[in-house]
């Protein structure tokens, strides 16, 4: 098509192309100059091409779409009208920059002439995002095949695009009738349209199961697969838009052994590091996030571990995903003294905040399992000291080795263990930042491998923003697993309550929200701030009690919710059917945080005595 196109047709158009690109998934927050995309939208989901959710809040709109991105493995386009609208978007781009996730954003326009004049929601917004994502501003007269190349390309890349559509003109269709503002695009008939360049006929087309895709694959090379940023990387998409759940490279460089050697496996490190593990019988210090807390090599107390003299006999590390749970995780792989090996992530980056790591593109290999008697220190160490938690855990008032905290009531580590318990074949767990996170990475052990669990959270920035909107997305876009739990702390839970206002007839996932509840910002109490000495202002400015109600906030959200005040009856809640969205709130105390850390780093220390003792 040639020529400027009407704003209904441009928005045919760009969601043709979305669709093309293997776009089945999109989050509308509404607006009037969004309004030739949303009736397009509206007309394809009852037609069955695409699944559109109508969200009234920008922010919980674009963390639903990057949920919806993780879940489903497909690129996901969230669509907003101008103005602030498009600026709501940004912690979601932000995240999605940071840990490779394919959000595109669709955000609607006045035309460019109308920029700088004082028009009616008219700014600046081609590019408003800046460096957290590429920006395409896209005219009316835009030719087909550039059209159909941006799209492809925002739907392929690592990372966050934002398609700026200018509509110009009268923004509703002329014909009223909704079967008209949609239809789906016949790939066969586009063979020799630029704008469809690059697909072909084949039955045994990965994605073939998608009747939207049957039968068409792209014949070139996947995208992405020349950019720097992604060398090594063999998570290429497939036809549909599909990204494979697991690969494992097999061409990285062969590591000697000998070393003393350490695996870190950070956030979305995926199964190639817990496999390096494996190989060489080395220790694997895996967070809950990094899809590699599995099997025999994981340690359940590595951070932990960290703190102790074994941290001193390490020689090597190598860190496979994102890391930042712990500072112990953060002072090894900064070390300058140690030979760390850092391997880029999705979204192209290293993990490397010391500067000291030589930088690999692939998971490396070995050629044979190392010395049994390094693993096997680190293996009898995290038992006894696993051992010596739980105990502590389960101690009678007045035993000395009992845990602080729990006069108080439930232990928020306790907790931890059941939700961890929770996570069975097959089961999502998406975990929140803040405490829950460090809670699960003490007491969550190791699972069983080949049983398909799925543990995420938003670790890219680690930030408490959209959580519950996040943790919708995934569940929807994961509506094969078993069940779906959520875990997050309160001021995470409350920071995103527009998560739960979806408006009649959205549709709405089977998902469990275990709110852990100390009415504040605890993990503060650990960190240099909650030492007593800055008491007189800790409440205020960090602590932040609020006192919020959450059965009524609940109610408001017609959400069911449940307030859970013993670990038996929340492992049974936690094992009973999931149907529709509810909230099980778990109240605990925060004014001895700062106490339980120091005896877990007690705990630590009795287990691997300093050698200065020893003597």
């Known amino acids: 098509m040639t020529g400027r196109r009407t704003a209904p047709e441009l928005a045919l158009r760009v969601v043709q192309q979305l669709w093309l690109a293997g776009v089945r998934d999109v989050v509308l927050a509404p607006g009037s100059r969004s309004a030739p995309l949303a009736l397009t939208l509206d007309a394809a989901d009852r037609a069955g091409d695409l699944r559109l959710h109508v969200r009234v809040d920008e922010r919980s709109a674009a963390f639903l779409a990057l949920g919806l991105v993780t879940g489903s493995r497909r690129p996901v386009a969230v669509v907003t009208t101008s103005g602030t609208a498009v600026g709501n978007l940004l912690p979601a781009v932000m995240e999605a920059h940071h840990t490779g996730r394919r959000l595109v954003v669709v955000s609607a326009d006045r035309p460019d002439r109308l920029r700088g004049t004082g028009a009616n929601q008219t700014t600046e917004q081609a590019g408003i995002f800046g460096t957290f994502a590429s920006c395409h501003d896209l005219t009316s007269d835009a030719p087909d095949d550039e059209l159909g190349a941006l799209v492809r390309q925002a739907c392929s890349r690592r990372g966050p695009t934002q398609i700026n559509v200018q509509l110009d003109g009268d923004l509703l269709p002329r014909d009223p009738d909704p079967d008209t503002w949609w239809h789906r695009p016949e790939p066969g008939a586009g063979r020799n349209d630029p704008a469809t360049a690059g697909w072909a006929r084949r039955d ?42 697991v690969s494992v490279p097999t061409d990285g460089e062969v590591l000697p052994l000998g070393p003393r050697t350490v695996v870190v496996a950070g956030d979305d490190a995926g199964p190639a590091a817990r496999l390096l593990a494996e190989a060489a019988n080395w220790p694997l210090v895996a967070e809950p996030t990094s899809g590699a807390r599995i099997g025999r090599q994981a340690l359940r107390t590595g951070r932990l571990l960290l703190t102790t003299d074994l941290r001193g006999d390490i020689d090597r590390v190598v860190v496979v995903g994102h890391p930042t749970l712990s500072r112990p995780v953060t002072n090894l792989v900064s070390d300058p003294g140690v030979d760390v090996l850092s391997v880029r992530g999705r979204d192209g980056v290293a993990t490397d905040p010391g500067r000291v790591a030589r930088v690999l593109d692939v998971v490396p290999r070995v050629e044979g399992r190392d010395d049994a008697s390094w693993f096997d220190a680190w293996r009898d160490a995290d038992d006894r000291l696993s051992a ?19 006069d108080a009531g439930v232990s928020p580590l306790a907790v931890a263990a059941v939700v961890a318990g929770a996570v069975g074949a097959d089961t999502t767990l998406v975990v929140g930042s803040s405490n829950p996170v460090r809670d699960l990475d003490v007491m969550a052990g190791p699972w069983p491998p080949h049983e398909h669990r799925f543990v995420v959270g938003n670790r890219g920035l680690a930030g408490i923003d959209g959580m519950v909107s996040t943790a ?4 929807l876009g994961r509506p094969r697993a078993a069940r779906t739990i959520a875990y997050l702390g309160d001021l995470t839970f409350l920071h995103d309550t527009n998560g739960l206002l979806m408006g009649r007839g959205e549709r709405r996932p089977d998902l469990t929200l275990v709110v852990l509840n100390d009415d504040g910002g605890a993990i503060f109490s650990a960190l240099e701030q909650g030492d007593r000495r800055y008491a007189s ?29 013993d670990l038996d009856r929340l492992r049974g809640a936690l ?7 509810r909230v099980l709130e778990v109240r605990v105390s925060r004014a001895d945080r700062r106490e339980e850390a120091a005896w877990l780093r007690g705990l630590a220390q009795q287990v691997v005595p300093h050698r200065d003792e020893q003597r």
């Open 204 to 245: 045994e087309a990965p994605g073939r199961n998608d009747p939207a895709m049957a039968g068409w694959a792209r014949r070139d090379e996947a995208p992405g697969r020349n950019d720097p940023a992604m060398a090594g990387w063999t998570r290429d998409v497939d036809s549909a838009g599909l990204e494979p759940s």
């Open 575 to 581: 094992d009973e059917p999931s149907s529709g969205t």
């Open 537 to 565: 202002a800790f409440e205020r400015v960090f602590g932040t009690p609020h006192g919020t109600d959450l059965e009524a906030l609940c109610a408001a959200h017609h959400t069911a919710y449940e307030r859970v005040d």
């Open 388 to 406: 010596l938690v739980d105990a502590g855990l389960a101690a009678p008032e007045g035993d000395p080795s009992r845990a602080p905290g729990l």
């Open 472 to 475: 919708v997305g995934i569940a």
